[in-house]
């Protein structure tokens, strides 16, 4: 089962070449450790939310951009080793001396997949989303995702992913959890659509819409708290 290590970065708008440079750099010590994918995508439409948002979840400035990221493994088993590998690797250490960004604000966390659908290949812009999910409702969340990957990926998408908590924990200035305002028994669902580019998904988003596969649909989680945004990949290896 697909295993995902997500995040969400604050990073200043006029290091993105600095911060490219960097997640760059990491890309041979990560693969060492075992890591399937690398991708590391800039915030290009992420919106303002009435109620919370991708800026708030990292605590954004506005001379700042979201970055949305994910580290893929095959399974849990081959993501704590990489892990525990990483905590004694000294290259790891001399990156985390000279960070291109405020990693105190840095949201992470590791999430077991529910739903693959499609592929990543050509991918050329991203949805990125965190959705409050119940914990009781994860099962319904599966099978509603199930369900409605197949209308993303015949309007356009290449890979439909969502996922619902594992190893996620509270942090002392952002995490998860704060970024869906969670309540009472409720976890962070992590997940993205992969799109070829941006015109792809912008018509991709307007037939899925009005698709009557999507129409009626009871998600089960609550929309008004989803937050979500466009990207575009700056490192997919």
């Known amino acids: 089962m697909t295993y995902i290590e997500g995040f969400l970065t604050p990073v200043p708008t006029v290091k993105r070449d600095r911060y490219l440079e960097h ?11 075992g890591l399937v994918r690398m991708v590391e995508s800039w915030g290009d439409d992420v919106p303002r939310g009435k109620v919370n948002d991708l800026w708030a979840a990292v605590a954004a400035s506005e001379d700042e951009t979201v970055v949305f990221s994910w580290f893929e493994y095959p399974d849990k088993a ?10 004694a690797d000294p290259r790891l250490a001399d990156m985390m001396q000279d960070m291109p960004f405020d990693g105190s604000r840095m949201v ?18 991203i949805d990125g989303i965190v959705l409050p999910l119940k914990t009781a409702d994860r099962e319904a969340f599966g099978a509603f995702a199930r369900s409605v990957a197949a209308p993303f990926l015949e309007h356009g998408a290449l890979r439909v992913m969502d996922t619902i ?12 959890f704060r970024a869906i305002l969670a309540e009472s028994a409720e976890e962070p669902s992590f997940g993205f659509v992969e799109w070829p580019d941006k015109p792809t998904r912008d018509a991709g988003w307007a037939a899925i ?5 999507m129409q009626g649909k009871d998600a089960p989680f609550d929309g008004r708290r989803m937050i979500f945004g466009g990207f575009t990949p700056l490192i997919d290896a």
């Open 23 to 33: 997640a760059r750099a990491a890309v041979p010590m990560f693969k060492d450790f």
């Open 108 to 125: 992470m966390g590791g999430f077991e997949s529910v739903s693959d659908a499609g592929s990543g290949r050509g991918t050329g812009y």
């Open 165 to 176: 908590a594992d190893d996620v924990h509270p942090g002392k200035q952002t995490d998860f």
């Open 78 to 87: 081959t993501r704590d080793a990489a892990n525990a590998k990483m905590m």
């Open 209 to 213: 819409m009005a698709d009557p596969r």
